[in-house]
C-alpha cells in the first residue's frame, strides 16, 4: 500500500512538473510559435522566386488583395497541396498569385493536375519559361 502511494505521488509530481514548464514557461510560448508556423502563408517576390526554377507551376487565382490570396493558399495547404503566393508589381499595383510548385524535383505535375480537374477548379500550369 505504501509503495502505491508513493508510485502516484511520483507520478502527479511530474505530471505537475511537465505541465507548469509547457504551460507557463517557454512551452506556452513554443506552442504559441508552432500555432502560428501552423497558419503562415509562404509570400515570395517574383523577383527572388526567378532564381527557383522548377519544372512546373501551376497557378491558381491572383488577387489584388493579400488576405484573400491567403485564404485560397490555406485552403489548398489543408487539402495536402505544397501551395504558396508569388507576389509581383505590375504597372504600380501589388498582385498576389496562389500558385502550387513540386514538393521535390522529381514530382510530376500530372496527378496534380487530374485532382485539380476532379476538384472543378480553374488553373494554368506553367512551364520553366513561364513562371
Do not use: C
Request: aromatic fraction near 8%; charged fraction near 30%; hydrophobic fraction near 40%.
Amino acid at each position: 500500500m505504501k509503495e502505491r502511494i508513493i508510485g502516484m505521488s511520483t507520478i502527479v509530481a511530474v505530471i505537475t512538473v511537465i505541465s507548469f514548464i509547457y504551460l507557463k514557461g517557454d512551452g506556452l510560448a513554443e506552442i504559441e510559435k508552432r500555432i502560428e508556423a501552423r497558419q503562415s502563408v509562404i509570400v515570395e517576390e517574383a523577383s527572388i522566386q526567378s532564381d527557383l526554377i522548377y519544372p512546373w507551376v501551376i497557378q491558381l487565382e491572383a488577387f489584388q488583395d493579400l488576405e484573400d490570396a491567403k485564404a485560397l493558399t490555406k485552403q489548398f495547404e489543408r487539402k495536402g497541396y505544397n501551395a504558396y503566393i508569388s507576389s509581383k508589381d505590375f504597372s504600380g499595383k501589388k498582385i498576389y498569385r496562389v500558385r502550387i510548385r513540386p514538393s521535390n524535383e522529381d514530382e510530376e505535375a500530372a496527378p496534380i493536375i487530374k485532382k485539380l480537374e476532379r476538384g472543378d477548379h480553374e488553373f494554368q500550369v506553367l512551364g520553366k519559361g513561364q513562371q
